[in-house]
């Protein structure tokens, strides 16, 4: 289980316990002034370390929170995906997936994008 602590606005340290060098640090705001976003939304990313304990990161704008995943599925959903020029990004995420709230659903460790299937439960 990660470890995120949250630093500011759209910011998070997130860490792996027992594993040195796992530390992150997450700013999703330079994503979301560069394209305008707002109300609810979901930014997802694929967490650069620590290899070995890589998970889906799942940022939400509505409580400003964010948490790990270690699976993710997409079902039939609108999804978009976001990236700041490569060449001049300072921080991390770059690259996000950007669904809007109420098209992501939680169940157990699962995290499900559009329609909830029978398969995603079972």
């Known amino acids: ?40 939304f979901i930014l997802i990313h694929w967490q650069a370390r620590p290899k070995g304990h890589r998970e889906w990161g799942i ?12 699976e993710l599925a997409i079902n039939l959903a609108s999804v978009k995906s976001l990236q700041l020029d490569d060449a001049t990004a300072k921080t991390i995420p770059s690259a996000v997936l950007y669904v809007q709230e109420e098209r992501i659903t939680c169940i157990n460790e699962r995290s499900i994008i559009g329609a909830v299937l029978l398969s995603d439960v079972a």
């Open 59 to 70: 940022y939400s704008s509505r409580g400003d929170s964010y948490r790990s995943t270690k």
């Open 1 to 40: 289980m990660k470890q995120i602590t949250k630093i500011q606005q759209a910011k998070f340290k997130v860490a792996t316990p027992g594993v040195t060098g796992s530390e992150l640090e997450l700013d999703f705001q330079p994503v979301i002034d560069e394209f305008g976003l707002d109300g609810d």
